[in-house]
């Protein structure tokens, strides 16, 4: 017999106790297990819950940023508009930066009058100035509503935008150099003044332009600038603070041997100013015009010196012995594959010069250059080099030169004025150029002329070689011109400022900003050749469609 049986026959209470304990003990587990299972339930459901709590409130906020919250709106930007100032006169510059900060550029300039705008009422008084005097203004890229207007100073020699860290190391503005010798800093944004200095640059002097930009060499945390004053065969040079307008040192004096203007160039770590007459070419270090002024040397990055340029500059006249040119008309900075290269024009030819070794890459025939060379792009990313020479009277060519080689891939006869505006580029999505350009185009064969030649303007794009398209014709008389994209990659316009200059009795005075695309759809067609590949209103379709893009 079983142990178990023999052992719940000799003790039956026992054994019953222990069915008991066992059923107890089975109870026990399956009220614990039905705790669990309760517990776990209600913690699902509340995970169920946050889920879709949290959903419920990420769907409110984005609904809320869809359509509750309005989104920024986009300026709408006017295809032409014009700005009318009576009784003044207008100086040559003309400047496109975003002053009110809304993406959307927008142009200063500068103008002689006794009041100015309705807009503002200000007068020449009101700055302590006598009347009429100039003014600086900006107006808006969108609709040509004035933004600000300043009373700046009796003349203006010169003005600048675009300049950071004028005035503070956040700051954008503008610099006036005025007559009598006056530096005031505007802030872009506002058109207030930010500093005011006087300084005695001489008599009969004239500033050579553009004013440089230097790096901080006061240590104040804001760039500096320095200014080159040209008075007979003399270059005074002027370094002055950025933060205030206070001059840093003394001036410095440079001897030349006639007029001069001059260029900056950046030789990786170093800067160097060359300076030309009509036949010599200067050079100085940044460095050595630093320590002429202060007479102190400090250590800078960019106060470094190129040793391959000092081997080739004479210490005592500052010449460059490797170059001699003649007859010097204009120079150029040329971007290349390393640093940039020098372009010199002198009344026979164009050479590009290797600013590492100054060594000769190319010359080029072409005489008696008449406006400073332009960069454009005839082919897709291949630096091209716009050149307008004079080849009689009234006439001039137009070369586009393919900068690497001195090739040139297209050229273009004019009947032109000797004050016709330079010509201007527009960067397009297809990595090429459009090309703006002065003149009046004569058939060739028609040699009479028995008039001046019109000032139209003309547009020129690659994929039509063998096509001008005529924009406009302008009988007033053009003070300054611009092209830009007002918008980045987009709304490409050009600007005008006509009136009368400074040297003339006050009239009226006129900006202009004019979308292209409004010129292209009601332009006139003209066909280089006598091939006319597709019909005229193929081409100003094909060329209105054409999209634009902003260069880094």
């Not at 500059?313 to 290269?341: C, M, Q």
């Amino acid at each position: 017999m079983d142990n178990k049986d023999l052992e719940g026959e000799i003790h039956p209470l026992k054994t019953e106790d222990i069915k008991a304990q066992e059923n107890h003990e089975n109870s026990v587990e399956r009220r614990i297990v039905s705790k669990q299972s309760s517990r776990l339930s209600r913690l699902s459901r509340w995970r169920t819950a946050a889920f879709f709590i949290s959903l419920f409130l990420c769907l409110i906020i984005v609904f809320a940023f869809s359509f509750i919250i309005p989104c920024p709106e986009r300026p709408v930007s006017e295809r032409t508009w014009f700005r009318n100032y009576d009784n003044a006169v207008a100086y040559q510059f003309l400047a496109i930066e975003d002053a009110n900060e809304d993406k959307v550029q927008d142009v200063v300039f500068a103008f002689k009058a006794s009041n100015g705008s309705s807009s503002f009422n200000r007068t020449c008084l009101d700055e302590g100035l006598p009347s009429p005097c100039a003014f600086v203004a900006a107006v808006s890229g969108t609709n040509g509503r004035a933004l600000w207007e300043r009373p700046a100073a009796e003349e203006v020699e010169w003005m600048e935008c675009g300049i950071k860290q004028l005035g503070a190391a956040e700051a954008q503005g503008c610099l006036v150099v005025g007559k009598p010798v006056s530096l005031t800093a505007v802030d872009l944004r506002t058109g207030e003044v930010r500093w005011r200095q006087s300084n005695d640059f001489g008599a009969n002097y004239t500033v050579l332009t553009p004013v440089s930009v230097i790096p901080d060499v006061d240590s104040d945390g804001v760039q500096d600038l320095i200014i080159f004053i040209a008075t007979g065969d003399k270059i005074k040079t002027f370094i002055h603070s950025g933060k205030n307008g206070k001059q840093i040192g003394s001036t410095g004096n440079l001897n030349m041997d006639g007029k001069a203007r001059y260029i900056r160039l950046n030789l990786d770590s170093s800067y160097y100013f060359l300076f030309y007459t009509e036949n010599s070419l200067y050079a100085y270090s940044l460095k050595d015009l630093h320590s002429a002024a202060t007479g102190m040397e400090i250590k800078l990055p960019s106060l470094e010196q190129d040793p391959q340029w000092e081997k080739n500059i004479d210490r005592t006249t500052h010449r460059l012995s490797l170059l001699s040119f003649g007859d010097i008309r204009y120079l150029a900075k040329i971007p290349g594959r390393s640093r940039e290269n020098i372009l010199v024009v002198n009344s026979e030819m164009a050479t590009l010069i290797n600013a590492q070794n100054l060594q000769t890459l190319w010359t080029l025939n072409v005489s008696r250059v008449v406006s400073e060379p332009l960069l454009g792009y005839y082919k897709p990313d291949v630096l091209g080099i716009v050149l307008e020479s004079e080849i009689g009277p009234n006439r001039k060519k137009v070369m586009i030169v393919e900068s690497g080689s001195g090739a040139v891939q297209w050229d273009l006869k004019l009947n032109s004025r000797a004050e016709s505006p330079g010509p201007a580029t527009l960067s397009t999505a297809d990595h090429r150029s459009t090309f703006l350009i002065w003149g009046e185009y004569q058939v060739p064969g028609d040699e009479t002329r028995s008039r001046a030649p019109l000032q139209k303007l003309y547009l020129f794009h690659p994929s039509y070689t063998n096509v001008l398209l005529e924009l406009r014709n302008s009988t007033d008389q053009i003070i300054a011109f611009n092209a830009t994209l007002f918008e980045r990659s987009r709304h490409a316009c050009y600007v005008l400022l006509r009136g009368p200059q400074p040297s003339e009795e006050p009239g009226s005075v006129s900006l202009m900003k004019r979308k292209l695309k409004e010129d292209v759809s009601e332009s006139r067609v003209i066909w280089l050749s006598q091939v006319a590949v597709d019909s005229e209103q193929y081409v100003r379709d094909r060329l209105y469609r054409m999209r634009f893009h902003s260069r880094v």
